[in-house]
Every structure is written in structure tokens, then in C-alpha cells.
């Protein structure tokens, strides 16, 4: 029992070591067998991307890359999975290079974009996302992400604009969905904080406070009451003539 106990813990230390040596360790050759295409490397470093596992996709990517130094799609996947680690230095590097080996690809100013809007170059990441949906027009993800731009920047007019453009190429993809709503919830909030400015900061709204009228906007949905807009009626006086 003893001896199966002392074997057990070598097994969990070596699966807990192997992802570190696979990073400070590599060799292409242990990853696939010689000759292979760089596409074969992207293809399994996109499948280890997908499981969460970024350290063996950045192994993947950087075969391919290995294999053919100007593979432009290597160095823009590779630059999303090190901003997974929080490498965003590295992240530009790599985008930075895929753009110079190829200054139509759409992917790269995309994801050069999302990096420089979380960093807050927002006219950067602008002027990345402009060029993504005058390459692609009809590239949704490039109008989803200049909106999230124009949103952060509180442009929720144009930030709207591009959501439904989004919307109308891509019915079936989610993320501009929530992103509208986002939006309409942030124009909510500034509505609100008008309503406070002019009846005083601590009025109540007309329909409860903002959380409240959110759920019951969702119930009315759901049942087809109208209830809730009725708080918001505003009569009129008549005037004698």
C-alpha cells in the first residue's frame, strides 16, 4: 500500500511538471511528425486555444511559425493566446509582424484593436477596427468590436450603429446582442442620472429604482403586461380658452 501511495504522488508531480517542461522544452518534432504543413501546427494550437490550454498553443503557433517564418496567421493567434497570459507586450509584437508580413489581414487589426482598446488607446484601436471593416465589410466581429470602441468612448449613438450593422450580417452571432443591451443599459443609467439632475439627487424614479425596472422590463416580456410604462405617463393640463 505504502509503495502504491509513493507512486501515486510521483504520477501527480510529473502530470503538474509537464506543461513547464513542454514550455521551456520545445521541440516541433515531439509535436508532430517531420515534414508536416504550418497549417497542421495552427489547426492544434487553435484546438489547444479552445481548451483553455494557451501554453501549448503558443508551442503550436510557434512551430508553425518555425516551419515558415512568414505564416502571417501563426503570429496573429499566438499574439490572442499571450494576451490570454497577460503578455500583452508580447501580444503586439507578434500582431505587429503579422501586419507587416501581410497588410490585409483582417484578423490582425481586429485583435491588434481589442488589445489596444483594453489598454485604453482608444484612437488606435479606432483607427485598427476603421481598417478591419474597409478591408471586410460585411465582417461582423470588426463592427461588434469598433462598437464596444465608440461605447467606452460613451458614443453610444455610433457604438448602436455598428451593433445592428453587426446584427444584420450576422443574426446568429451572440455577442453583439448583449453588447446592444449593454448599451441601451448605459443610456438607461444616464437617463436616470438626468431625471436625478433636474427633480433633485434624491427623488425616486418612476418606476422604482434602476435594478428594479430592469427586472420588471424582462417580466413584461415575458407576459405582455404593459404595466410598467404606465408610471412614466405624464397628463396633460388644459388651458381655458
Given amino acids: 500500500m505504502k509503495k502504491m501511495y509513493r507512486l501515486l504522488i510521483v504520477l501527480a508531480w510529473l502530470s503538474l511538471s509537464l506543461p513547464t517542461l513542454a514550455q521551456t522544452d520545445?521541440?516541433?518534432?515531439?509535436?508532430?511528425?517531420?515534414g508536416v504543413e504550418p497549417g497542421y501546427y495552427l489547426g492544434q494550437g487553435d484546438a489547444f486555444f479552445a481548451a483553455g490550454d494557451y501554453t501549448r498553443a503558443i508551442n503550436n503557433y510557434t512551430c508553425a511559425i518555425e516551419a515558415q517564418p512568414d505564416f502571417a496567421p501563426a503570429y496573429v493567434n499566438r499574439g490572442y493566446a499571450y494576451v490570454q497570459q497577460g503578455n500583452d507586450d508580447q501580444a503586439l509584437d507578434d500582431y505587429n509582424?503579422?501586419?507587416?508580413?501581410?497588410?490585409?489581414?483582417?484578423?490582425?487589426?481586429?485583435?491588434r484593436g481589442i488589445l489596444y482598446t483594453r489598454q485604453g488607446n482608444f484612437g488606435l484601436a479606432l483607427l485598427d477596427l476603421d481598417l478591419a471593416v474597409a478591408l471586410e465589410p460585411d465582417n461582423a466581429i470588426g463592427y461588434h468590436n469598433?462598437?464596444?470602441?465608440?461605447?467606452?468612448?460613451?458614443?453610444?449613438?455610433?457604438?448602436?450603429?455598428?451593433?445592428?450593422?453587426?446584427?444584420?450580417?450576422?443574426?446568429?452571432?451572440?455577442?453583439?446582442?448583449?453588447?446592444?443591451?449593454?448599451?441601451?443599459?448605459?443610456?438607461?443609467v444616464r437617463s436616470y442620472a438626468d431625471y436625478r439632475q433636474i427633480t433633485g439627487e434624491s427623488s425616486r424614479l418612476p418606476m422604482g429604482e434602476a435594478d428594479t425596472t430592469i427586472l420588471e422590463l424582462e417580466r413584461s416580456l415575458e407576459t405582455g403586461s404593459f404595466a410598467i410604462w404606465l408610471p412614466l405617463q405624464t397628463p396633460a393640463q388644459a388651458a381655458a380658452e
Fill in 146 to 188: 469598433r462598437a464596444l470602441v465608440h461605447a467606452a468612448e460613451g458614443n453610444y449613438d455610433l457604438a448602436m450603429d455598428d451593433l445592428e450593422q453587426a446584427i444584420t450580417l450576422a443574426p446568429d452571432f451572440a455577442a453583439p446582442h448583449a453588447a446592444l443591451g449593454a448599451v441601451y443599459s448605459a443610456l438607461a
Fill in 26 to 34: 520545445l521541440d516541433c518534432a515531439d509535436l508532430a511528425p517531420e
Fill in 97 to 111: 509582424r503579422a501586419l507587416e508580413l501581410d497588410e490585409t489581414l483582417v484578423a490582425g487589426y481586429i485583435n
